[in-house]
């Protein structure tokens, strides 16, 4: 069993920046992790994933070049450091883990275990 705790949410002007943190226990080794955020009476929308290594990453266009995944494997923590946020980047913000063979990063089938989520607003 996996368990993860996201924290580092608030609220902040647009333009500015916040770090989430999302701490890992239980069997982690080799997952691959992501960030997923889901805003009011939308679907939850792929973020961020980074491999278990911590070689590989990719991101939404919406926030490439404005957002950075990493973790720490010695630590078991997941990060996203988010930059100029929108108004749009409004939403929660939820810390996932997957095993390395479990299909497309991108969607959330993808991966059985999951955090509670962290609460992001962004003020014009």
């Known amino acids: 069993q996996v368990q993860l705790v996201e924290s580092g949410g608030g609220l902040v002007q647009a333009g500015g920046s916040l770090r989430l943190s999302c701490a890992a226990s239980?069997?982690?080794?080799?997952?691959?992790m992501a960030w997923f955020r889901q805003a009011p009476g939308e679907e939850r929308k792929f973020v961020s994933y980074?491999?278990?290594?911590?070689?590989?990453?990719f991101y939404a266009d919406s926030v490439k070049g404005r957002f950075t995944i990493s973790r720490d494997n010695a630590k078991t923590t997941l990060y996203l450091q988010m930059n100029n946020l929108k108004v749009e980047d409004t939403a929660v913000y939820f810390c996932?883990?997957?095993?390395?063979?479990?299909?497309?990063?991108?969607?959330?089938?993808?991966?059985?275990?999951w955090g509670q989520g962290t609460q992001v607003t962004v003020s014009s």
């Open positions: 996932t883990a997957r095993p390395p063979t479990a299909g497309n990063f991108a969607y959330t089938a993808a991966y059985p275990y």
């Open positions: 239980g069997r982690t080794f080799g997952l691959g």
């Open positions: 980074i491999s278990g290594s911590g070689g590989s990453t």
